[in-house]
DNA sequence: TCTGAAAGTTTTCATCC
DNA sequence: GGATGAAAACTTTCAGA
């Protein structure tokens, strides 16, 4: 893995620098890390074939350069009580791009808004809301597609089964 | 917090049971562990005011009940080399439900298959798809969604921003 | 079920390769 | 970049309430 520095051992500083070149290891670290991030260093050394602390050097490079940006316990939506799963598909009025942005803002301020995604197409935006009860969907659906003032339409698909869930990501 | 149990001290035995009664520290710390799993059992128990030894054994409980089912590392999208992310809805042809099985194992083989969800409605399916570049998820889609026997039809939306992403699920 | 303390691990960090 | 080893911090376990 190279970092975009020049220079030997000077450059340790602490702006954080992006654009990792990932070698062999770091794809499989990372690999390793998205599956169960809850082993030692030790231990993911093994799997990767590098001592403790070379796994933990690499992990804070992936840390600094933003790449990888947290670590989360996940819950089984089939085992949280009461969870109402929906995808819901919204277009925005063609207008300014001052709506989106207002649009955008309302989504994020919701924690309830699991992922949200800006797509291409005939639809503006994908939502995944998870909320706690139809009643508690339904007040969230009113105040972001009902009560916002530029959504042109949308549609909710209700999650009968959340067959998979996650946020892997590969990186080759 | 209660399990489904009866007697006092007896029952620490191995088979997982499920149905958690959740208390209020329970709540706050399952959405600690959601924020950030990374801290140690001290801090989360400064958090939710308890020792480390009762955090541990709460984190325990939601384990074996499976409520909580992993730790992950959460890569950023933006920040990862060539992803190309897309929601695809999915219609199959109306028939035997074997089709369903057939059509979800091919889903859940391919490690790029980041969510699958089974939903009501007009489509049966949306899949959120992570590819590495335009090419492989080509390659993806048409194993997919073009050569798999019983897909009726599907349509695809690239992801232009991913404006949040992650698990997050609200427990009350 | 909790707290608090002892024992065992892991993480961190300085140093050398 | 990586390995090693010692110090600090963390996790695990258990006695006592």
């Known amino acids: 893995m190279e970092i975009e520095t020049s220079g030997a051992l000077t450059q ?12 062999e290891i770091d794809h499989r670290l990372l690999d390793e890390l998205q599956r169960d991030a809850s082993r030692s260093l030790r231990v993911l050394g093994e799997k990767v074939g590098l001592s403790a602390s070379a796994v933990q050097r690499r992990i804070d490079r992936y840390r600094s350069a933003k790449v990888l940006t947290r670590h989360v316990a996940v819950l089984d939506p089939r085992r949280t009580a009461d969870i109402v799963l929906a995808v819901v598909l919204i277009t925005l009025e063609r207008e300014s791009s001052g709506h989106h942005d207002a649009f955008r803002r309302r989504l994020l301020a919701v924690p309830e808004v699991q992922q949200a995604y800006d797509v291409a197409g005939e639809w503006d935006y994908v939502v995944l809301l998870a909320a706690t009860g139809m009643d508690r969907h339904n007040e969230l659906a009113n105040h972001l597609f009902n009560d916002a003032p530029n959504v042109k339409r949308y549609t909710t698909m209700f999650v009968l089964d959340p067959l998979r869930t996650g946020t892997y990501l590969p990186t080759r």
């Open 12 to 23: 340790q500083c602490c702006v954080p620098r992006h654009r990792l070149t990932l070698d």
